[in-house]
Each structure stands twice: as structure tokens, then as C-alpha cells.
């Protein structure tokens, strides 16, 4: 049977696939894909892609999918964090208004659920008085190892908008990160091909970060980094490049496994997050952990980084 939907401005600049999930049916991405192969999904009378970003009044036409079933991902259970919870991590929003907040991510905590995490921080905002009339919106990620500054959307709208304020790179972060060894002075700047893999797939992706050391010994270096690109575990991944890892990092280490001293946290902070939009700047700052905070007293003889 045929079928013919025309995109809605809520929809406007969101890839394909999000949209398929959301109006049509929430299926994997594989059978997605396996019905695109088989042309049963056109966009404006074209083969579809599902990385296309759809826009406003774009038609798209399905063919003889009357038989989809939804997956059970819609029906995944969510965290229900008790009313403690709530209350430790309201007390983490660094900014509250009608479109966003702006949170301090606590080390620790993934920002959504997966198959090793089921508490996790959007579930746990979900359930705040934040967003007791809608809910919240991811626009970017954390690790769950890093702490820091981070952004959640309210609606759709802003939540739209800070992607594509990403996309285009006028959203600037800037990390704290305690690095083992003295991260050498001629290096201001992180240029690397870094390499993940998606479906089995090697994919090669140029990643930039700039550096600055603030303070350093023979032990360890304090480091700001400020970066371009956004690949998945960066930051981390171009630190163990130079043959400086973060402190704590268990996955991208130069340090022996049994000489690694263990730490509680990874020493990386996202520390400043700024942006504008409609001709307003805005400038967030979330303050690091006490573990963080007492290793740079303690190593670095330093009360507080400017």
C-alpha cells in the first residue's frame, strides 16, 4: 500500500532516520536501511538516504509497508530516580530557562541509558521540575567518565538549533584535563586521523584540538584544550597519541594497568561552554570535582585554574 507524509516544520533539518522513528516506526536502523536498498522509501520521488537531513514540506513516500512493527526500543523501561536523587542533581544546574539548562555533569554517570548503564542523566532530568512540561532534549554528550558543562534542550526548536550551532562549530568548549608526564612545550596544537569503527566498518576522521599547558612537572602537566572537531573520546584518544594519557583513563593509557594508581574519576573537565544566539553571548562555567580539585593542589601547588 502506498503512502505519501509531508515533513512538519518540527521536523525541519533532522536526519531522516530520526524522523522515520519518530512518524513512521521506531525499527532499527539496519531494516531502515534494508528498506531504502529496496526502494520502498522515496524523498521528493529520490532514493532516500538516512542520512539526509530532512526539510520543511519535503515528501516522502513509502511503499507497501503496512506490515511494520514497532521495535521494543520505544518501550524500553526508564530510570525512576527517588526524590533524593532529584534533588542532588537539580542542585547541578549551572542555568535554567524557558528553552534549555545547562548542567554540571557529575564523573560517573552516562548521559543516556545502554546495555551497561540504566541510570543515567536524561531520565534523571526527565523527572525533574525542570521539565514537568516536556522533556529534555540531547544536543551533545559527556562520556560517562567526564564531568563538566553540558547543554540540554527543552523543546524541539532548541534543541534543533544547537545542533546545527555544533554542525557548523560556533559552539566553543574548553576542558581541563591532568595528563601523565610533562606534556612537551612545543605542542600547541592536536592534529591526528583518528580511527572507529561503525557496523564492523573502519572509519578514518581527522580530529583538532588546540593545547595549552598551564602548569607542569616531571609527574604530570595541568592542560587546557580547546577542541575543533568532535570525535567520539577525542580528547583522550589524542592525549595517549603524545604518550600523555588522562589520568584515570583506564581504556587510553600509557601507564601499566598494576602501576596505575586508581583513581576515582577521569581527570578531564569539561569547564567552559559559550555561544550566541540571537545576537545574545552566553558563558557558562561549572566548577570541577573535589577529587580534581585536590590533585592540583596537591601536585600543581595551585588553589583554583583562572
Known sequence: MFKK??????YQNSRFDRWFKHNVS??????????????????NKKKAKTSYRVQLNDTI??????????????????????????????????????????????????????????????D??????????????????????TSGVMI????????????????IRKIHKTYLAIAHGRVKKNI??????????????????????????????????????????GRKHQIRKQLFNIGNSIVGDEKYSVIEKNKEYKFKNLMLHAY???????????NFEAEYGNEFDQFIKKNFKLLKVD
Open 5 to 10: 507524509l509531508i515533513v512538519s516544520k518540527d
Open 26 to 43: 521506531n525499527i532499527p536502523q539496519s531494516l531502515i536501511e534494508k528498506l531504502i536498498r529496496k526502494k520502498k522509501i522515496k524523498i
Open 61 to 122: 513516500e513509502l511503499f507497501g509497508l503496512d506490515d511494520l512493527k514497532p521495535s521494543n526500543k520505544s518501550n524500553k523501561q526508564k530510570y525512576k530516580p527517588s526524590e533524593k536523587e532529584k534533588g542532588i542533581y537539580s542542585k547541578f544546574i549551572i542555568e535554567n530557562n524557558d528553552n534549555f539548562i545547562v548542567i554540571n555533569k557529575p564523573s560517573g554517570i552516562p548521559v543516556q541509558s545502554g546495555t551497561k548503564s540504566y541510570k543515567n542523566i536524561i
Open 124 to 145: 534523571i532530568l526527565n523527572e525533574t521540575k525542570f521539565f514537568e512540561h516536556t522533556k529534555p532534549f540531547i544536543v551533545h554528550r559527556l562520556d560517562k567518565e
Open 152 to 167: 540540554v534542550a527543552k523543546n524541539r526548536e532548541y534543541a534543533q538549533l544547537f545542533t546545527s550551532l555544533f554542525r
Open 188 to 229: 600547541n596544537l592536536l592534529q591526528d586521523n583518528l580511527v572507529t569503527y561503525e557496523k564492523n566498518k573502519k572509519v578514518v576522521q581527522k580530529a583538532i584540538s588546540h593545547l595549552k599547558i598551564l602548569k607542569s612537572n616531571s609527574n604530570y602537566s595541568l592542560l587546557e584544550l580547546k577542541p575543533i572537531t
Open 272 to 282: 567552559k561552554i559559550k555561544f550566541m544566539i540571537n545576537n545574545i553571548k552566553y
